[in-house]
């Protein structure tokens, strides 16, 4: 349920509400909008009388909230998210550009592609330590070291770091490590991971699961989020479908109506979705017309060479290319790089 208050309503009369509720054993979200203030409610909700509610000359109406998710939902935070990581945003009016390779596979190799991306104007840096592959002779990742490669790179560059967690058992060494903990698609409804990333105050950024809908995405968000840490960044990266050209099928769709479902800010990764290098501009030029808040975008230095996902990875030169093409599609939607 969400109690949305009048324009210009004293804090003291806010507070005597929320005591109220909180009497009743409500957990309540005070949101601060531009206009008024908006409380969103969460408990046994049904046992509030809320025509007694909207007597109280304070507020403007009551609402109750049909959807499963709550914290996560538009209604409860009518304003957009706005997520820092250190100097640096995810949902503002400048663009998050997340880049580096699948996985880490040295030192040179890890800081000669930050250092690149950086010049070219990314924000983050990603890569992957710890690797979930379809297969398990595949290259499962440099785990450990990689971690610290990464925090070398950082050290070097000053780009936050972006890495994917396999297990709840390396959270805590995730918290230390990462500025952001990205959760793969394959372990969107790992609720147990979920939990515990709900227990830290570290930003995650979790992925739409393969074949999962809006609302079973948003749910996930919301078990990190009922956990206390609203630091939660959603990425699409395409769904499974019955077409085989595209490794996935890149839901656009999803973003306008994630827009209005929700206030969590959105990104997407073209790499992921079509599989494809020479994929990767003309979608990611079409997420940002289509609202996103940022892209996550697989670069590396030898991608022949790469040892996961080379074919959908473009060279430092072709992120610097699509660095200055993206500037112009920012502009005419009224957002920067």
């Known amino acids: 349920m969400i109690i949305i208050m009048k324009p210009g309503v004293a804090e003291e009369e806010i ?95 890890i800081i000669d592609v ?3 991306v950086k010049a070219s104007g990314a924000t983050f840096l990603r890569g992957g330590a710890f690797k979930p592959r379809t297969s398990p002779y595949a290259f499962q990742g440099m785990q450990f070291e990689g971690l610290e490669l990464l925090q070398e790179a950082k050290r070097v560059t000053g780009l936050p770091i972006v890495s994917e967690i396999m297990a709840p058992k390396h959270v805590e060494v995730f918290d230390y490590a990462v500025d952001v903990v990205q959760v793969g698609a394959r372990n969107m409804q790992n609720f147990d991971l979920l939990k515990e990333l709900g227990k830290t105050k570290k930003p995650v950024l979790l992925k739409r699961g393969l074949s999962s809908t809006l609302e079973e995405w948003l ?31 890149l839901d656009l769709s999803a973003i306008p109506a994630i827009k209005k479902l929700s206030h969590l800010p959105v990104v997407v990764d073209p790499s992921h979705a079509t599989g494809m290098h020479w994929m990767v ?21 030898d991608p022949q060479r790469a040892k996961c996902d080379g074919p959908q990875s473009i060279t430092p030169d072709s992120f610097d290319d699509l660095m200055k093409k993206l500037a112009k599609t920012a502009e005419v939607v009224g957002r920067a790089l």
């Open 219 to 249: 749910m996930s968000a919301e078990y990190i989020m009922a956990g206390g840490n609203n630091q939660v960044i959603l990425c699409e990266r395409g769904i499974r479908t019955f077409e085989h050209y595209t490794r996935n099928t």
């Open 114 to 116: 930050a250092k690149r």
């Open 15 to 109: 507070n005597l509400i929320v005591g109220d509720l909180k009497g009743m054993d409500m957990d309540v979200q005070i949101n601060q909008g531009v206009e008024c203030t908006v409380l969103g409610v969460l408990g046994q909700t049904t046992e509030i009388d809320t025509s007694a509610l909207e007597l109280n000359p304070s507020v403007d109406r009551v609402v109750r909230v049909s959807e499963p998710f709550k914290k996560a939902n538009r209604k409860f935070h009518p304003d957009d998210t706005e997520i820092m990581v250190g100097d640096t945003s995810v949902g503002g009016k400048k663009l998050a550009v997340i880049a580096g390779p699948c996985s880490v596979e040295s030192e040179e190799q």
């Open 281 to 301: 501009l003309p979608m990611a030029m079409a997420a940002i017309a289509a609202g996103a808040d940022g892209l996550m975008v697989e670069v590396h230095n």
